[in-house]
């Protein structure tokens, strides 16, 4: 055995990697001094508190709220914004500058709003272990506050206690924990005392007990050997801490895009400068041409346009029991490419389920879901009469059985084993209820189950006509049976142990636990001993599994049509993982273990996560490996989890998804998406509304960039001629303004294409818009340049005031504006493919900005604000020629690209 005999002081100070599990239990209370009868005494606890702190998990200080809401102002189309509301400060419009720096904190509120409970989950962790204990101290037995504890203390364990600390099992008597909070092992694990190998991975240290983890059956003490911070829940949250806040594919591109279009902008504004001086103009004319055409450029509304986007996301998500908890992700899993999703309460219902009964030779399917006694007995396809050797296995696997079922508020609940509790179930569903059967025939005696004994066996009846039945390991009952129950459940038959080996084996190879149940009549109940099972009667085999969520099969392959990997990471047992993983859908040829990731490099790993869709028995570093590797490989990564050590994945990952009803509160923080419906296909359904939500951004930015683009043209061209400008600053902002609110905005409402979850995720390299969408910008931008400056020329030419010319070039670019909105309600189909009446905030917003049109053009104090002037019949005909017209040649343009190769 590898033992450090420096890494302990005698004094409970340890080393994070003694390997407690490989020292015995005299040696283990040796090296932290302290008489495992006696405890340590309370002068003793009280230095060690002093010397190591309170059993709690230490609270890594969060990102103060300033600079939380500070971060908001710092991104770039924030930036943007708030050089349009300086510039517009500076030619002194403060109502339009106040209106913008609006739009720029109604932003920075809502992002800092659905950022403020990012960083809960080391706090919910540290709930965690807040919980009473049941300590010796002196010799005596005290209940403290888990807060209290000091490495070195005996804890007194019972059914249904919460573990306060990792502890090295002492004494136990058949001590049952449900470690999946941190193990992801999906059954309770029986627990021993005994020294194992100190290469043994955590998943299998039997004679430990973790933090967090919950006393399912039985009873023990153990030696507190790591407290707090110390503890595997405490490094799990160390993990958490240690991972980086990544930014999303959205912030991402969206950086990139403001960025290009800030360059662009300076570019063109300094270009136009430098022009107007080279004509002879003055320096201060040229200077304001310049600020009229980096207003004219700045997409006021995008930042604006994205929250609503993405909020609008957020609630139709919680439609469809996706709750997202940071706006970006609404997009993230539009763009993900793989789905590494943990098996147990994710993939699977969590509730064992008795799915087949072997009984004289013949099957038996059980139907149902979970711990609801609902479903039928079929043999052949056919509905089973119960009866016989199928009623007597039915009747001793709940007779031989410690658990309890019972309904509250709708929902089936069970106390004790959940092995046990599917036993109760399929008794119910076969008509045979555990409390009358109880009944009719009391308990006597019993021999309960043991990791050493692997099986339990009680007697029930009187001395006359007493009944022991068995149930347990088949490897351990099989060799005990010398014949079988016939099927009328009254004769016994030869027994044919291979035909019986070859059953289980082919169950088992479906990921089914398998337990085989037996009988023996004996003379008394008085006494019990492990010879009592000789010569036993084999009644049959229940084979059970916890089986695979209803909707997951249809969800898992819509996914991969989406192309989209599904990747099942557990920490469940590789049989099982590869047996659940091919009934729903996942085709895996091996399952790659936590041992055999643990040998690899990083370079290997990478190759494993990209190649391998099973990863089983994987600790929650290893997890967090997975998901860096894949994301080193480019893979916009969404990890599913509901338990505490899914935690760090969940945070690394590019979107956390959590289980909301079954998931831990630790899950939950850490993740960027909580599921509602605890139901994988709600993932399909978010990933289908996040690439509704990209789709619609496009939109707008598709829309939106050629007015901007337009209104700089028209101020370049007028410089270049030295003509007088067509649209003034102010009629700019209010273009850019009031457009994007009533006409950009209707398209985040947008209804989501057909076929979307038929393409291909987005590449991370692909920009926002493709050569296509910039063509058409372009095209748009020209026809709006075309259009206004065309028909302001034209009435100058005809004598009409400069206010009257400017008015017409302004309602140009506005109509032009509303045509073209209804060509990028799709941007690859025609728009009346989305049908003309399915999106009504788009009829809402034309005729809203119609109305403003008509008060800017005919009200005389909006006319002496923006300088316009009223217009007479032939202007407007004119106007909406050209955008007709305008529209005609988009959609043209669009056909043709959809011809493209």
């Known amino acids: 055995m590898l033992v450090d005999d420096n890494d302990t002081r005698r004094d409970g100070s340890a080393s994070r990697d003694t390997a407690w599990h490989a020292r015995s239990a005299a040696s283990a209370a040796q090296e932290m001094g302290v008489d495992g009868a006696q405890g340590l005494s309370e002068a003793e606890a009280a230095a060690r508190l002093a010397r190591h702190g309170p059993n709690r998990l230490s609270e890594r200080p969060g990102k103060p709220a300033w600079r939380r809401f500070a971060a908001q102002l710092g991104q770039p189309l924030v930036l943007v914004l708030l050089a349009a509301g300086a510039i517009t400060a500076a030619l002194g419009e403060t109502v339009d500058a ?45 209940q403290l506050d888990a807060g209290q504890l000091v490495p070195g203390d005996i804890v007194m364990l019972a059914a249904g206690d919460r573990i306060p600390a990792d502890l090295r099992l002492l004494l136990q008597h058949e001590l049952h924990t449900d470690d999946s909070l941190l193990t992801g092992e999906s ?12 290469d043994t991975v955590l998943a299998e240290r039997a004679n430990m007990a973790w933090a967090g983890s919950t006393v399912v059956m039985g009873q023990g003490s153990g030696l507190v050997v790591a407290t707090g911070d110390a503890t595997e829940t405490g490094r799990i949250a160390g993990l958490i801490a240690a991972a980086p806040e990544l930014v999303t594919p959205l912030t991402r591109k969206m950086a990139r895009f403001s960025n290009w279009l800030l360059w662009a902008i300076a570019a063109l504004a300094g270009l136009t400068f430098a022009v107007g001086l080279a004509r002879g103009e003055t320096g201060f004319d040229m200077f304001m041409a310049a600020v009229a055409l980096a207003v004219g450029a700045i997409p006021e509304g995008l930042p604006a346009a994205v929250t609503v986007t993405l909020a609008i996301g957020v609630a139709r998500m919680a439609r469809r029991r996706a709750i997202i908890r940071h706006l970006p992700a609404v997009e993230t899993l539009g763009s ?38 609902s479903g039928d007995i079929r043999h052949d396809e056919m509905p089973a009469t119960v009866a016989g050797a199928v009623r007597e296995c039915l009747v001793a696997g709940a007779l031989c059985n410690d658990a309890s079922l019972r309904q509250e508020h709708g929902r089936w609940l069970i106390t004790g084993d959940p092995t046990e509790a599917a036993l109760l179930v399929a008794a119910r569903k076969g008509g045979e209820d555990e409390h009358a059967l109880r009944a009719r025939h009391p308990r006597r005696n019993e021999l309960p189950f043991d990791a050493g004994r692997q099986y339990m066996a009680t007697a029930h009846g009187d001395d006359a006509a007493c009944v022991l039945y068995v149930k347990g390991a088949l490897e351990k009952l099989l060799p005990q049976c010398v014949d079988r129950l ?12 291979p035909a019986v080996e070859r059953a289980a084996q082919a169950y088992a190879e479906q990921g089914m636990r398998l337990l085989l149940i037996a009988r023996r009549t004996l003379a008394t109940a008085d006494q019990l001993s492990d010879a009592s099972i000789a010569g036993l009667t084999l009644i049959g085999l229940a084979g059970m599994i916890d089986p695979p969520r209803k909707a997951v099969v249809g969800a898992i392959r819509n996914c991969h049509s989406a192309g989209i990997r599904v990747k099942m990471i557990t920490g469940d047992h590789a049989v099982t993982a590869l047996a659940i993983a091919r009934q729903i859908g996942i085709d895996a040829g091996r399952a790659l273990t936590g041992r055999e990731l643990a040998a690899l490099d990083d370079g290997q790993l990478a190759e494993a996560a990209l190649g391998t869709d099973v990863f089983a028995r994987v600790e929650p570093e290893q997890k967090l490996r997975l998901v860096r590797a894949l994301q080193g490989r480019g893979e916009v990564v969404a990890m599913t989890g509901d338990g ?33 419906d605890d139901n994988f296909a709600s993932i399909e359904a978010a990933v289908e509304e996040g690439r509704g939500v990209w789709d619609n951004l496009v939109k707008f930015i598709t829309w939106t960039l050629p007015t901007n683009f337009g209104e700089g043209l028209v101020i370049v061209v007028a410089i270049l001629f030295g003509a007088t400008l067509p649209i003034t600053p102010l009629q700019i902002l209010w273009i850019n303004m009031t457009t994007a609110v009533l006409l950009g905005l209707p398209l985040a409402f947008e209804p989501i294409e057909r076929g979307i979850m038929h393409r291909p995720p ?7 818009l493709d050569a296509a969408l910039i063509r058409r910008i372009v095209l748009v931008a020209l026809l709006l340049l075309a259009g206004s400056f065309g028909l302001f020329l034209r009435e100058l030419g005809q004598g009409h005031s400069l206010a009257e010319a400017r008015t017409v070039a302004v309602n140009v670019f506005v109509m032009v504006e509303a045509a073209y909105l209804f060509n990028c309600r799709s941007l690859s189909q025609a728009f009346w493919k989305q049908g003309l009446f399915s999106n009504p905030w788009i009829w809402a917003g034309i005729g809203a900005m119609l109305a403003l049109q008509m008060a800017l053009t005919y009200l005389p104090f909006m ?33 043709l690209a959809m011809r493209r190769p």
């Open 98 to 142: 106040g209106v913008i720096f609006g739009v720029v904190l109604v932003n920075a509120l809502i992002g800092y709003w659905q950022e403020a409970k990012a960083e809960g989950a080391l706090a919910a962790l540290a709930r965690s272990v807040t919980t009473p204990v049941t300590v010796r101290r002196d010799g005596h037995r005290r």
């Open 762 to 768: 987005r590449r991370l390299d692909q920009p926002v």
């Open 863 to 895: 006319n002496a604000l923006f300088q316009t002037a009223p217009i007479g019949s032939e202007e407007w005909l004119s106007i909406l020629a050209i955008s007709v017209l305008s529209s005609l040649l988009i959609g043209l343009e669009k056909a």
């Open 336 to 373: 993900t490419t793989v789905i590494c999703s943990d098996k147990t309460g994710t993939l699977t219902e969590n509730a064992m389920t008795v799915r087949v009964l072997w009984c004289a030779g013949e099957g038996y399917a059980l139907g149902g879901q979970g711990y609801a006694p």
């Open 187 to 198: 059954q309770p694990v029986g627990k021993h005392a005994r020294a194992l190998p100190a």
């Open 486 to 497: 016939a099927a009328d459940g009254t004769g016994r038959q030869p027994l044919d142990a």
């Open 644 to 676: 505490v050590n899914d935690g760090p994945a969940l945070k690394q990952a590019d979107i956390g998804v959590a289980m909301g009803l079954a998931g831990t509160e630790v899950a939950k923080e850490a993740a960027a998406m909580v599921l509602t």
